[in-house]
């Protein structure tokens, strides 16, 4: 029988397509899951790189940002594969808790894209919480900010690395 999750700690790291701002313009290229139950016992570790369709609209910054280089992207599985690998290992959970909207508007996208149904859940949008609680009232409150104010031990170069991202995302849920 599969094991049932209480709680999705889940990042995706993306490319940007140069000229362009939207989420339309944005290609997943890593995933990093954290699951824990609902004491919050990490249960299990998910992270996987995602291959990019088209190297051309690979952008210079992406490296910057998210340490993917074109090469090992393009190297990397397909957005279903890996949507697949994740749905077979986490075939139920209760909560999917991300640091912002457009990181589970990506994730919905590829699923719909690939026609893959995602177990019933919750979403929590950690940011949007932080934000209330401790933000200024003038915008969001960004991430490295939050583990910052929270005193999570982090190192700065491990950030924008999926795997590291949710288990930071876990630390200050």
């Known amino acids: 029988m599969p094991e049932n999750y ?3 700690f889940m990042d995706i790291e993306w490319n940007q397509i ?3 701002t939207e989420i339309e313009g944005r290609e997943p290229i890593q995933i990093g ?3 824990s139950d609902e004491d919050f016992s990490v249960k299990k570790i998910f992270s996987k790189a995602i291959k990019l369709k088209d190297p051309d609209h690979y ?4 490296f910057k940002v998210s340490h993917v280089t074109c090469e090992s992207s393009v190297q990397a599985n397909s ?8 749905l077979s290992t986490f075939p139920k959970f209760t909560y999917l808790v991300v640091w ?3 990181t589970y508007e990506l994730f919905r996208r590829g699923m719909k894209t690939y026609g893959f149904s995602i177990p019933r859940h919750k979403v929590v949008i950690l940011q949007d919480i932080l934000m209330h609680i401790a933000g200024d009232g003038k915008g969001p409150i960004g991430f490295e900010n939050a583990l910052k104010q929270w005193k999570i ?6 950030l924008h690395y999926s795997k590291h991202d949710a288990n930071y995302l ?3 849920f």
């Not at 952008?59 to 992406?62: K, L, M």
């Not at 957005?79 to 994740?86: G, H, R």
């Open 18 to 20: 140069p000229g362009t």
């Open 33 to 35: 899951i954290l699951a």
């Open 153 to 158: 031990e982090y190192k700065r170069n491990f």
């Open 100 to 102: 912002t909207q457009d």
């Open 6 to 8: 209480e709680y999705l």
């Open 170 to 172: 876990f630390q200050l």
């Open 79 to 86: 957005e279903e594969v890996i949507l697949q690998k994740m």
């Open 59 to 62: 952008n210079p910054d992406t």
